[in-house]
């Protein structure tokens, strides 16, 4: 009864910016670890960042000082904050959340990075 709801993706030419918004909700009592992950065509599904609880993040080095990771606990949402983005970027975007201490992933958002 636990759904992750992804928004933000989109197309948007080199040196552009996005947010994606991860959204939990059903039957929630526990909210613990989100992240973003992303899978290009032909390539494993990869990290890109983490947050902790308390807001400590981790950042692929791929992403670092262009992407950062946010979440507000009141709405259970994750945010990922894309500046400065490249071709290479180009990719399906995924949230991942602990809720109730299991694993949860969104659906999915297409992110397509081109001029």
């Known amino acids: 009864q636990v759904q992750l709801v992804e928004s933000g993706g989109g197309l948007v030419q080199p040196g552009g910016s996005l947010r994606l918004s991860c959204a939990a909700s059903g039957r929630i009592f526990s909210v613990n670890g989100m992240g973003w992950y992303r899978q290009a065509q032909g390539h494993e599904r990869e990290l890109v960042a983490r947050?902790?609880?308390?807001?400590?993040?981790a950042t692929a080095n791929s992403v670092k000082g262009r992407f950062t990771i946010s979440r507000d606990n009141a709405k259970k949402t994750v945010y990922l904050q894309m500046n400065s983005l490249k071709p290479e970027d180009t990719a399906v975007y995924y949230c991942?959340?602990?809720?109730?201490?299991?694993?949860?992933w969104g659906q999915g958002t297409q992110v397509t990075v081109s001029s």
């Open positions: 991942n959340v602990q809720v109730n201490g299991l694993d949860y």
């Open positions: 947050i902790t609880n308390f807001g400590g993040t």
